[in-house]
């Protein structure tokens, strides 16, 4: 009789169990995602834009919030840099806290010499070499973002009259990497793909708005601060 009440609990209590790497509340986590990679952006675009937000992670100092965007519920909480990290925060968001939408918000580099700094991407196909998807059985080199996800975005920011351009782009595991220049693609991150395999995996929704922060061509780039801070575009 112990054993089963005991099991009754844990399962019952399970239900508001933390993950391995996320230690919210199950019902503290919206059903749509806003995912920037830095911790502190996830801190700032809750700032600036959520009403009544609260802190609903703090594991490994990955803060997350949930809040109120113009009377939606929404969570932010930060993916880490790579698709390593991404693929672990996605895959729990999506398989123990029965998310269905994750938008990252993130930075890219960009291969093209006409493409200015502070432009806004809004991914279609994510190509990548990484062994992410493979180790998922997924053995493609190349995935698509979510064509409801993007229509909507794309609705919305002409709705903003801002300018969004809808590219593929390339995803790699090696921030510094000389060798992998992928110039059919308008620039280079390191997140999406993982995002995306997982997205499939659960039959969810995932899509990313990436502002450019550096050009590998032209050898500009903005600031760790200004990066921090460089969202606007992708929030409003
Ligand atoms: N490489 C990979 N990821 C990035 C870059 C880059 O140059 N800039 C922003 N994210």
Redesign the pocket.
Known sequence: MLFILCLWYSLKVGDDMSTVHINAKKEDIAKIVIMP?DPLRAKFIAEEYLDNYKLVNTSRNMYGYTGYYKGKRVSVIPSGMGNASMGIYSYELYNNYDVDVIIRV????TYKKDVNLYETVLVDTSYSNSSYGKNLGYNENHIKSSKRINEKIEEASNKCGINVLKSNIHN?D??Y?KNEFNYDCL????ETFALFVNAMIFNKDASAL?T???N?VLNS?ITAKEREKSTINMIV
């Open positions: 990679g993130g930075t890219c580099g790699t090696t921030f990497n620039g280079v991150e390191m990436l450019v922060s550096d590998l780039k």
